[in-house]
């Protein structure tokens, strides 16, 4: 085992939330480790984020209305408070003035910005730059924190548990290279996005599996909103691959057709194509059984120009997008996580979370389109000043030496290719009881296995999946024990008829 090492926060994960606790942690005197397994920075959700960011125009009420309409009435009213508040302060300190993020402009100003519109929004009130935000707001912000004299960063490197000692979290044992070492901290945050891994066919990058949620839960931090899984309704997925087609396409104006060419969303919804992202994803499922494919009609967009990245990403993957795009749901996003008060607080001491990994209750039952690297920014923000003050407390500790590091490649791979089937047949956009208890019985087999070996083996990858299983019974178990349909948890019968 390496040394042992002391800092003053240390925050897993470095997509917007982490690079962000990060930041403010600095600004207010600690000594930060920022850990990330990522070895590249596409290896972060935020990368990926396409539509924007969502910010408070002229009526900051109605963005929080819109967040609780688009949820079903289940977000957390103190919760959006917080968000929306502390929204156009956080964008203009951190993205616009410090890493100076170069958002579409409509005017002659740099600060005339062309403000998108995405689903359930009332206004247009979205910054993006191009369909490619996610990708600029993290390459700025990962120099930033490279550059930055008080943050250490270390990509390429797991936390693999957390170190506990009578309620409080002290650190936890990174791993890089096949070394494990124990890091304590002050405070450590969790940041690690979200768990896409889970499900054959998501938008997140590989190596989304929820390894915060499992951490802190093993731990005995609590954690809600399980249940809650958010599937974008217009992806374009090939052999397992995924590009989604924002939301942003959808609010310029793309029309939603089935097999036959028949514009199907008015049935489902008054708000039609612009109808919250759960309605508009069971739309999409239901008219596939239907009819066979859907596509998003985007002739009245002007794509080529407003949308260059995704029409140069469709015309490489070879997708005639002048005749339509053929797309389906696929998992996007988890409502849940572990349960964070406004500054990112867990229930265990020295122990926080924020972004896609933390429950703030912002989200509810169903995520408003836009508001993830918001929500990560925002309470990324609080979390790093809130995480300062407390100095590391070293202790004896058990080496994770690696016993045994090789798994055989096959193991991990059926296991995942099992894990993933159960989740995506039973725990997916439709869910009914039976299926939900053959999915606890299944995946609680699964686990047991997994855990068998991750008792004797440190590598990576084990306990990847070790997090990937102890996050799919949290889902499982969370809507199983749900019996009412809201949001992204939708109970059928199971012989329920389709839609006419
Ligand atoms: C999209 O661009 O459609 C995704 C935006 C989001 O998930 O908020």
Same mark, same amino acid.
């Given at each position: 085992?390496?040394?042992?090492?002391?800092?003053?926060?240390?925050?897993?994960?470095?997509?917007?939330?982490?690079?962000?606790?990060?930041?403010?942690? *600095?600004?207010?005197?600690?000594?930060?480790?920022?850990?990330?397994?990522?070895?590249?920075?596409? !290896?972060?959700?935020?990368?990926?984020?396409?539509?924007?960011?969502?910010?408070?125009?002229?009526?900051?009420?109605?963005?929080?209305?819109?967040?609780?309409?688009?949820?079903?009435?289940?977000?957390?009213?103190?919760?959006?408070?917080?968000?929306?508040?502390?929204?156009?302060?956080?964008?203009?300190?951190?993205?616009?003035?410090?890493?100076?993020?170069?958002?579409? =402009?409509?005017?002659?100003?740099?600060?005339?910005?062309?403000?998108?519109?995405?689903?359930?929004?009332?206004?247009?009130?979205?910054?993006?730059?191009?369909?490619?935000?996610?990708?600029?707001?993290?390459?700025?912000?990962?120099?930033?924190?490279?550059?930055?004299?008080?943050?250490?960063?270390?990509?390429?490197?797991?936390?693999? !548990?957390?170190?506990?000692?009578?309620?409080?979290?002290?650190?936890? &044992?990174?791993?890089?290279?096949?070394?494990?070492?124990?890091?304590?901290?002050?405070?450590?945050?969790?940041?690690?996005?979200?768990?896409?891994?889970?499900?054959?066919?998501?938008?997140?990058?590989?190596?989304?599996?929820?390894?915060?949620?499992?951490?802190?839960?093993?731990?005995?931090?609590?954690?809600?909103?399980?249940?809650?899984?958010?599937?974008?309704?217009?992806? &374009?997925?090939?052999?397992?691959?995924?590009?989604?087609?924002?939301?942003?396409?959808?609010?310029?104006?793309?029309?939603?057709?089935?097999?036959?060419?028949?514009?199907?969303?008015?049935?489902?919804?008054?708000?039609?194509?612009?109808?919250?992202?759960?309605?508009?994803? %069971?739309?999409?499922?239901?008219?596939?059984?239907?009819?066979?494919?859907?596509?998003?009609?985007?002739?009245?967009?002007?794509? *080529?120009?407003?949308?260059?990245?995704?029409?140069?990403?469709?015309?490489?993957?070879?997708?005639?997008?002048?005749?339509?795009?053929?797309?389906?749901?696929?998992?996007?996003?988890?409502?849940?996580?572990?349960?964070?008060?406004?500054?990112?607080?867990?229930?265990?001491? %020295?122990?926080?979370?924020?972004?896609?990994?933390?429950?703030?209750?912002?989200?509810?039952?169903?995520?408003?389109?836009?508001?993830?690297?918001?929500?990560?920014?925002?309470?990324?923000?609080? =979390?790093?000043?809130?995480?300062?003050?407390?100095?590391?407390?070293?202790?004896?500790?058990?080496?994770?030496?690696?016993?045994?590091?090789?798994?055989?490649?096959?193991?991990?791979?059926? /296991?995942?290719?099992?894990? %993933?089937?159960?989740?995506?047949?039973?725990?997916?956009?439709?869910?009914?009881?039976?299926?939900?208890?053959?999915?606890?019985?299944?995946?609680?087999?699964? /686990?047991?296995?997994?855990?068998?070996?991750?008792?004797?083996?440190?590598?990576?990858?084990? &306990?990847?999946?070790?997090?990937?299983?102890?996050?799919?019974?949290?889902?499982?178990?969370?809507?199983?024990?749900?019996?009412?349909?809201?949001?992204?948890?939708?109970?059928?019968?199971?012989?329920?008829?389709?839609?006419?």
């Amino acid at each position: 085992m390496k040394e042992q090492e002391s800092t003053d926060v240390l925050v897993v994960g470095g997509g917007i939330a982490g690079c962000a606790a990060a930041l403010s942690g *600095a600004r207010d005197g600690a000594d930060v480790t920022l850990a990330t397994k990522a070895r590249r920075p596409e !290896d972060a959700s935020t990368w990926w984020a396409q539509g924007g960011i969502a910010i408070s125009r002229d009526d900051p009420e109605q963005f929080k209305q819109d967040i609780i309409d688009a949820s079903a009435g289940t977000a957390d009213p103190d919760a959006a408070d917080v968000l929306v508040e502390n929204a156009n302060d956080a964008v203009r300190d951190v993205l616009v003035e410090t890493l100076e993020v170069p958002f579409d =402009t409509a005017g002659d100003t740099d600060e005339d910005f062309d403000f998108g519109r995405e689903a359930a929004h009332d206004e247009d009130r979205i910054l993006h730059v191009d369909a490619s935000t996610g990708t600029y707001v993290l390459e700025r912000f990962l120099a930033f924190v490279d550059d930055h004299p008080d943050i250490r960063v270390r990509d390429d490197t797991a936390a693999l !548990d957390l170190i506990t000692h009578e309620g409080e979290v002290r650190g936890a &044992y990174l791993e890089s290279d096949g070394e494990v070492w124990p890091v304590f901290a002050g405070a450590t945050v969790l940041a690690t996005g979200g768990i896409g891994d889970l499900y054959p066919a998501s938008t997140n990058p590989t190596g989304s599996t929820g390894d915060g949620i499992a951490m802190a839960a093993l731990a005995g931090a609590d954690v809600a909103d399980m249940e809650f899984v958010q599937f974008h309704p217009t992806v &374009y997925v090939e052999d397992g691959e995924t590009l989604l087609i924002s939301e942003a396409v959808r609010g310029e104006g793309a029309i939603l057709r089935n097999d036959y060419g028949e514009r199907f969303m008015p049935a489902y919804d008054e708000a039609a194509e612009l109808a919250p992202r759960d309605v508009v994803a %069971r739309a999409v499922k239901r008219e596939r059984q239907l009819s066979g494919e859907v596509y998003l009609d985007v002739s009245p967009v002007d794509f *080529a120009d407003r949308f260059p990245d995704l029409r140069e990403q469709c015309e490489r993957r070879g997708i005639d997008w002048e005749s339509g795009i053929p797309v389906q749901p696929a998992q996007h996003f988890l409502c849940g996580g572990v349960t964070v008060d406004d500054r990112g607080r867990t229930s265990l001491d %020295r122990l926080y979370a924020a972004g896609e990994c933390a429950h703030t209750g912002v989200h509810g039952a169903n995520r408003l389109a836009s508001t993830s690297l918001l929500e990560g920014l925002v309470w990324g923000l609080r =979390t790093g000043q809130a995480a300062v003050g407390r100095d590391p407390a070293p202790m004896d500790v058990p080496a994770l030496d690696d016993r045994d590091p090789s798994l055989p490649d096959s193991f991990a791979r059926e /296991k995942f290719t099992r894990l %993933r089937r159960v989740m995506n047949e039973y725990v997916g956009i439709e869910r009914n009881p039976a299926e939900l208890d053959r999915a606890l019985g299944v995946l609680r087999r699964l /686990k047991g296995e997994v855990d068998s070996y991750a008792r004797t083996r440190t590598s990576r990858s084990l &306990y990847e999946l070790r997090n990937a299983s102890v996050v799919a019974l949290l889902v499982a178990r969370a809507a199983a024990e749900n019996d009412e349909s809201v949001g992204t948890h939708n109970l059928i019968e199971p012989d329920a008829p389709l839609a006419e």
